[in-house]
């Protein structure tokens, strides 16, 4: 696979600051809108599927790649593997409380073990997915959410969305096209009657 821009994240505090995160390639870093890059910033995944500052507080970042996750507290200058409650997993989707940068969300699935021949990440294979979604708050471990989501996921969760003001909620979407939401930070969660037939990269709500 060819490396390409997956993921571009501009700073809520500082219009300057761009991240951009390269899929099979690199996570960088503008201080003048794109002009010039970084190297890759030391501690970030070089798979990078997402990537995202928090929506209020320009230095906290956060990233979900295919080794993990990583997150940052400097504005993308430096970066972090929290790995404990997690271990290897398949990352993809983070997302953080519109007014907790210091409470936030990973979906992820099992790596694929290249070892057994198994070359196609579960996360995308419908029906297969064995996803979950993890919460951290703080310094403490990644929590493995349940609360009513179905235990694993059969379907990637490729899509977390917040809503601006509106602490401890958070929507997942599904690759089948369902939404799933919390408005107690995941522990308890509600399927939506809503069916878009599948979410695979983003979603807004309004």
Not at 46 to 58: I, P, T
């Amino acid at each position: 696979m060819a490396p390409y821009v997956n993921s571009l994240a501009v700073s809520p505090t500082n219009p300057e600051v761009l991240l951009a995160g390269i899929e099979v390639g690199a996570v960088m870093r503008s201080d003048d809108r794109g002009k010039t890059w970084s190297k890759h910033r030391r501690g970030s995944d070089r798979d990078c599927h997402s990537l995202k500052f928090h929506n209020e507080d320009g230095n906290w970042a956060y990233q979900g790649g295919g080794g993990g996750v990583s997150y940052s507290t400097d504005g993308g200058r430096s970066w972090k593997k929290p790995k404990a409650g997690l271990g290897l997993k398949y990352g993809w989707m983070v997302s953080a409380d519109p007014e907790r940068p210091d409470i936030w969300y990973l979906t992820a699935s099992e790596r694929p073990n290249l070892l057994k021949g198994q070359f196609h990440p579960l996360a995308h294979i419908d029906g297969q997915a064995q996803g979950h979604i993890y919460r951290k708050i703080g310094g403490g471990p990644w929590q493995q959410l349940s609360g009513g989501l179905p235990e694993p996921l059969d379907y990637m969760a490729f899509d977390l969305a917040v809503v601006p003001g509106k602490t401890g909620q958070l929507y997942a979407g599904l690759a089948n096209g369902q939404i799933w939401q919390t408005d107690d930070y995941g522990e308890n969660w509600d399927h939506l009657p809503i069916d878009f037939g599948g979410i695979h990269h983003s979603m807004i709500v309004m």
